[in-house]
């Protein structure tokens, strides 16, 4: 802007021989003014959107104008530079944490040392050269002595993009405790720190044991039983099978925020041995049908909140309510252990809550769903089964049976035996009652909140095409996914 103003001035200074002489004099002042604002401003930073000068997207003046700072390569000693002239420390922040770059980006890819006097003695791309989104703009909290975290509020509002990729080429991954479980560390920069045990999940850990080849993920940690160092790494989300933790999305690498406490860090338990259920989704294209069923059969499934909500609504307007049907989606589902190591509920025995209606112990709370949802996504009917109890329906060719419901029997899935749930079991449905004739997405999952550890969970769901009519249902193109 100060560049157009500039060439205008001087174009038509030139151009004004009428002007008198006082009206030039005061326009050479001027532009001697604006030439000097420029010379005194050029490599000048300002901190913008924070809430104070000490913080915000960094803006530098060059060439008569500010731009923006890129974030890529912005890190520790880039802020440390940056604080410097405020005589203070700072650490950096990413992703427009202060909002969206709001001129072009006079500089990308800053390497410091943290030692140089100014930011423009870093290394960089070379000024305007970038290829960066307004999303990226580089910023700085600068603080007095101790650098304060930031608050979670400036990163609700900021939501950092969770797309970084971290650079594996200089990062390695090591656990800090046993030879397989630990604290989870990565090294960057010369030294080794801690992730962020907010949203641990076994989904994570997983990545992490594959990651270092120590198998399967068992157990994922918040904890400070193994120690704990300086946080790196937060926002840790993985699909859970990786076969690496860097190719996780994460949202702070470096300096970050962890609102995590009392020294926890995440945490992992790797082992060869876990059980695999495998879904059968030709069980389910095979068995599913509608069944109209009058409600005083259904008292026990009642009991259970194995229906849809009218028809409590109905039991309590209607006096002839049990003369009332319901409109039934039933299937079978059946997951076959490909493990290597038994399915076990994990709550154990004592907990187990016994049915009365059914007449036998549920060992998880919940162990299937089922849902219906719409074009758009939305769930439109579900049906959640408490393990119904889990046993070992049918197994492979010479495999023994082991688990039983019978007699507060012992629960679980052996391995190479399936625990089947077959249509005409009560409560193996989902009540459609209230759905209306159309095409919808049927999804159907076991162990969906991965509450058991197993060695993979992208064949734990099914999502199929659904088909109702007035007079039938169809279940097919089944596709195994994540719960
Ligand atoms: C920083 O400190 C130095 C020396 O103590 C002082 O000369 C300078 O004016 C200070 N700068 C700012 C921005 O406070
Ligand atoms: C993991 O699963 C996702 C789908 O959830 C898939 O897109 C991706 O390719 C899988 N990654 C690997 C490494 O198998
Ligand atoms: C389970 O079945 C697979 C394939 O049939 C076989 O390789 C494996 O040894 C069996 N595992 C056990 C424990 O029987
Ligand atoms: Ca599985």
Request: contains cysteine; negative net charge; glycine residues 8%.
């Amino acid at each position: 802007m100060y560049n157009k103003i500039l060439l205008v001035l001087l174009f038509q200074s030139a151009l004004s021989r009428d002007l008198d002489e006082a009206q030039r004099s005061e326009r050479a002042n001027f532009i001697q003014k604006l030439i000097n604002r420029r010379k005194h401003l050029e490599g000048k930073l300002k901190l913008v959107g924070g809430a104070n000068e000490f913080e915000g997207n960094v803006y530098i003046y060059h060439a008569g104008r500010w731009g923006a700072i890129c974030d890529d390569s912005w890190d520790h000693a880039a802020a440390l530079v940056v604080c410097k002239s405020y005589n203070k420390s700072g650490v950096p922040t990413h992703g427009g944490q202060f909002g969206e770059a709001r001129r072009k980006y006079w500089m990308d890819d800053v390497e410091c040392e943290g030692n140089e006097e100014s930011v423009t003695q870093c290394i960089f791309s070379g000024w305007g050269s970038s290829d960066c989104d307004s999303g990226e703009a580089a910023g700085v909290i600068c603080r007095d002595k101790e650098v304060v975290p930031i608050p979670l509020d400036v990163k609700k509002k900021n939501k950092i993009a969770l797309h970084r990729v971290i650079d594996m080429r200089r990062t390695s991954l090591r656990l800090v405790g046993g030879s397989n479980e630990g604290r989870v560390e990565i090294y960057q920069h010369g030294f080794w720190g801690s992730i962020c045990p907010d949203g641990w999940t076994i989904y994570e850990a997983s990545a992490v044991c594959r990651h270092l080849a120590l198998g399967y993920a068992e157990q994922a940690l918040q904890t400070d039983y193994f120690g704990s160092s300086r946080i790196v790494l937060s926002g840790v989300q993985c699909e859970g099978n990786e076969t690496n933790l860097f190719i996780c999305k994460h949202s702070e690498f470096g300096e970050v925020e962890c609102p995590g406490k009392n020294g926890h860090v995440a945490a992992v338990v790797c082992t060869q041995h876990l059980a695999d259920l495998l879904l059968d989704t030709t069980a389910i294209e095979r068995t599913a049908h509608l069944h109209d069923v009058p409600m005083y059969q259904l008292q026990c499934a009642m009991e259970e909140n194995c229906l849809s909500k009218s028809a409590y609504e109905i039991q309590q307007s209607n006096a002839n309510w049990q003369f009332e049907t319901r409109r039934l989606l039933r299937f079978t589902a059946s997951s076959l252990n490909i493990g290597n190591a038994e399915f076990r509920p994990y709550l154990p025995k004592h907990l187990w809550q016994w049915h009365l209606c059914h007449m036998h112990y549920h060992s998880m709370e919940v162990f299937a769903t089922f849902d219906i949802l719409d074009e758009a996504g939305t769930r439109i009917a579900e049906g959640h089964k408490a393990s119904f109890c889990l046993e070992d329906n049918t197994c492979l060719p010479g495999i023994e049976r082991k688990y039983s419901c019978k007699n507060y029997g012992d629960q679980g899935v052996s391995v190479n035996c399936s625990d089947v749930y077959h249509y005409n079991i009560d409560c193996q449905w989902v009540d459609v009652t209230d759905v209306e004739p159309g095409q919808y997405t049927f999804k159907v999952a076991v162990n969906p909140h991965a509450r058991v550890a197993e060695q993979q969970y992208h064949n734990n769901a099914a999502s199929c095409s659904l088909t109702i009519t007035d007079t039938y249902a169809a279940v097919y193109g089944c596709r195994l996914e994540r719960p």
